[in-house]
Each structure stands twice: as C-alpha cells, then as structure tokens.
C-alpha cells in the first residue's frame, strides 16, 4: 500500500466521522448533549493536564438562556409564527376566466380535528 493510498483512507475516514457526528448531533440533540456533558465533566476531572481542561470548557454543551430569542425550541413556549394577514388582491379584468369580478384573496382557515367516531 502506498503511502498516498494511505493518507487518503485516513481523510476519508474523518470525513465520514465527522458526518456522523453531525447527523447524530441533529438526529439526536438531547442525548448528544448529555454524552457531551458526561464526557465534558469526566475531563474536567483532570486537574493534571491544560490540554483536557481546553478541551473539557469546549466540549460543553450549549445551554439556552431562558427567553425566545436565542432560537432554542426546546420548550414550546414560543410556538410558531402568526401568518402575516392576507390582503384581497386587486380586481384583475383580464385573463382566462375573468368575468370583470374582483377576485379576493382566500385566507387559510385553521384545521379543526376531531375523534373518529366508533
């Protein structure tokens, strides 16, 4: 085996590890976290080496701030966006179909559910 060969194997296994991590961070945040944090605190442990404590600061997961803006989404109290309300479109006299009516425009009504009934 070349060395060349070699180096390229190498590069090609970190690629694919680093997707995985990346697939598995967004996959699965919380218990990303949680390994991220039992990892974080079992290095801090290390009072010994610089290296681990860098290592242990950066490795800690990110904790939300508490309000709506930093985007967290974890606790659902920001719930989605109100739709902007529509205006009615301007009367159009032209076009196929057109029958000199002024044509409005539909707004979404919301979705109702109910049980199936047995």
């Not at 990110?62 to 989404?73: E, F, H, L, P, V």
Request: charged share 15%; net charge positive; glycine share 8%.
């Amino acid at each position: 085996m070349s060395a060349g060969l070699l180096i390229q194997y190498i590069v090609l296994g970190l690629v694919v590890a680093a997707s995985v991590l990346v697939v598995f961070r967004k996959l699965a945040p919380q218990l990303s976290n949680r390994w991220l944090a039992a990892t974080s605190i079992r290095l801090a442990r290390r009072r010994d080496s610089r290296l681990a404590q860098a290592l242990s600061r950066r490795l800690q997961p990110k904790q939300a701030t508490g309000n709506c803006a930093d985007g967290c989404a974890t606790c659902g109290a920001c719930g989605p966006k109100r739709p902007v309300a529509a205006s009615p479109a301007p009367p159009t006299s032209h076009g196929p179909g057109a029958s000199g009516q002024a044509r409005m425009a539909v707004e979404a009504l919301p979705l109702h559910f109910r049980p199936r009934s047995r």
